[in-house]
């Protein structure tokens, strides 16, 4: 478990190859948090660098269901990701707790929520292509 000041802690969520991740209040204002922290002691710069840049990639987008990433941190010789915490379980433990049919998986899981009260969507900023959800049926968007 790593020690960032300004942070108490809660006991880890997940680990993959390259990160844990755990929750955490920012004790300024008692915000629920994420910690996402790189797990080797001492990252290769590549690591380092595509680290950034998916905290750059979160932070420029302000899309309704896509969490915020709060901070980037250094500490010690590794980066941590401060990212908002919004209460959910992992998909891996919900899958976990029951079986779900094709229909509650798609609504749950495979579709963001943001399409299902939208016909047509379009991509961030910079982009002139739309995505459009047929509403009556569980399709994938297709892109245009």
Do not use: C
């Amino acid at each position: 478990m790593i020690a960032l000041p300004g942070y108490q802690i809660i006991p880890k969520i997940y680990e993959s190859a390259k990160s844990h991740v755990y929750r955490g209040i920012r004790k300024q204002d008692n915000k629920p948090v994420i910690l996402k922290v790189l797990k080797q002691d001492y990252p290769t710069p590549g690591e380092l660098t595509r680290y950034k840049q998916e905290y750059s990639l979160l932070r420029g987008l302000n899309i309704h269901g896509v969490i915020e990433a709060y901070d980037l941190q250094l500490v010690k010789n590794t980066l941590v990701m401060i990212l908002e915490d919004f209460g959910g379980d992992s998909l891996l433990s919900a899958i976990g707790e029951r079986q779900f049919t094709l229909s509650e998986w798609i609504s749950s899981f495979a579709l963001p929520r943001f399409w299902v009260n939208s016909t047509r969507l379009r991509l961030p900023r910079s982009s002139t292509k739309t995505l459009t959800l047929p509403i009556s049926s569980s399709i994938p968007p297709q892109e245009s």
